[in-house]
């Protein structure tokens, strides 16, 4: 049985609502961050540096979302989800896989930190104000994008959306998804009414 540890609003989200998608039997293992429980022992030897999401897959341990998600897709033979290796879309899906994890959540990451997540003294209000402006940047980018389109590879729905849908469901809980993105407001719509997703919400 696949465990999924899993702590609300984390990126642990996107490896719930893939194994949704893919129809995968799992258990989710909840960690407390208020408890302190992803510094406990038990969790450190699965994850050593506390961070969500991690798996179990019978003998295997895995940490970062993206590689969860490949290899979870890959054991599964979801080719549904990804474009056929080696074509321009299997480019263009790999892209915004990549792009929604190490460009935009790193700019959305640093506005949780220095708003709400470190104690107020800590926080910095350049590093804030720096991290919102990359964020709009990387906002404006999906939204131009996703002009005329459905999803970001067309009209198929693949693990570049669940990768993104992530980014904009913390981007709006932080304010900085708002009307002056149109297109991204209609699919974060689209992507919160997949059950998946809203299973992962939960």
């Known amino acids: 049985m696949l465990t999924i540890f899993h ?11 893939l194994a949704e998608e ?3 039997p799992y258990e ?3 960690i407390q961050f208020l408890n302190k429980e992803h510094k406990e022992p038990a969790y450190l030897a699965i994850h050593p540096l506390g961070k969500l999401p991690a798996i179990q897959d019978g003998d295997l341990y895995l940490h970062e979302s993206g590689a969860i998600c490949d290899y979870l897709i890959a054991k599964a033979g979801a ?3 990804e474009p056929k290796l080696g074509t321009s879309e299997y480019g263009l899906c790999r892209q915004w896989v990549y792009f929604a994890e ?9 506005i949780a930190q220095h708003t709400m ?3 107020e003294e800590d926080r910095i209000a350049q590093v804030r104000d720096e991290a919102i402006e990359n964020t709009a940047k990387g906002l404006s980018l999906l939204e131009s994008a996703l002009e005329g ?4 590879c067309g009209t198929t729905f693949t693990l570049a959306d669940i990768m993104t849908g992530y980014d904009l469901h913390l981007a709006r809980m932080l304010g900085q998804l708002t009307d002056a993105y149109p297109n991204l407001i209609s699919y974060l719509a689209r992507l919160s009414a997949r059950p998946g997703f809203q299973k992962a919400a939960a």
């Open 79 to 81: 080719t549904h989800l």
């Open 7 to 17: 702590g609300a609003n984390t990126r642990s989200m996107r490896v719930i609502w």
């Open 117 to 119: 997540l470190r104690p």
């Open 22 to 24: 893919l129809g995968l």
């Open 102 to 110: 190490a460009t935009l959540m790193v700019s959305i990451g640093t």
């Open 149 to 152: 389109k459905e999803y970001l």
């Open 28 to 30: 989710i293992k909840t």
